[in-house]
């Protein structure tokens, strides 16, 4: 169902930055930050994307919301067999997000929770980026299978069953593994999932000092 890996997405932001400050007398310099979370299911994305909203004032769009939210419609596009959760591959992903992103204050930045999650996806969003002027910081979470279904065995929700969520982390493996072999000069910050909570969060906040990126004021 996938014919490309999601790791061309940093080189479609970098493409899209360049473009962004090759011409500062029409636009100015991104300044706001385009915050995404890649990883597996289960690795803790949503949880740290509400930390992020919590702390840095950045709001966020979950595709688990985006499909909570269109329903209704996905129910008729999905093919026999396929999960709602599943429908996060599907093209319409991004008109969703590219509708909230219209309603979205981006004053303060946006975080993207599970998207882009294919390369049509990540094609679409680089289109998107040029009108939002942000700038990009990816973070890649890193957990092991074996974790990934002790946790799923936790949730208790559809999307976690073991057979959805077996081809999950396939497709997600057929997709990132070979990240740093193929970009091996992007910039994204690896993040070791198998670690705590508070653990990944400290990563996450270093990562976003180090993009400049500061904390509300307390």
């Given at each position: 169902?996938?014919k ?11 493409n899209c930055?360049?473009a962004?400050?090759g011409?500062?007398a ?10 995404i979370?890649?990883g ?6 949503t949880?740290?994307v ?7 004032g ?5 595709i688990e919301d ?8 996905l129910?008729?596009?999905r ?8 429908m996060r ?9 590219r509708?909230?992103l ?8 946006i ?14 969003l680089a289109k998107?980026?040029p ?19 002790k ?12 057979q ?7 497709d997600?493996?057929r ?5 740093s072999l ?21 990563a996450?906040?270093?990562g ?11």
């Amino acid at each position: 169902m996938l014919k490309h890996i999601l790791i061309v997405l940093p080189l479609l932001l970098a493409n899209c930055m360049r473009a962004q400050t090759g011409t500062p007398a029409v636009q100015s310099s991104p300044s706001q930050p385009l915050i995404i979370l890649i990883g597996p299911p289960l690795s803790g994305k949503t949880t740290l994307v509400g930390s992020i909203t919590r702390t840095f004032g950045v709001p966020n769009i979950s595709i688990e919301d985006l499909i909570h939210d269109n329903a209704a419609e996905l129910e008729g596009l999905r093919g026999e067999g396929m999960s709602l959760a599943e429908m996060r591959y599907d093209p319409a992903m991004s008109r969703y997000v590219r509708e909230r992103l219209k309603t979205t204050d981006l004053s303060h930045g946006i975080a993207l929770d599970g998207y882009p999650a294919t390369l049509v996806q990540a094609e679409d969003l680089a289109k998107m980026l040029p009108n939002l002027n942000l700038k990009a910081i990816s973070f890649q979470l890193t957990v092991s299978d074996d974790i990934i279904r002790k946790r799923a065995k936790k949730t208790g929700r559809q999307s976690d069953r073991s057979q959805v969520l077996e081809q999950r982390i396939k497709d997600y493996h057929r997709e990132m593994d070979a990240i740093s072999l193929y970009f091996p000069n992007a910039k994204i910050v690896q993040v070791d999932g198998n670690k705590s909570e508070v653990e990944m969060w400290k990563a996450i906040q270093a990562g976003l000092d180090q993009a400049g990126i500061k904390p509300l004021p307390k």
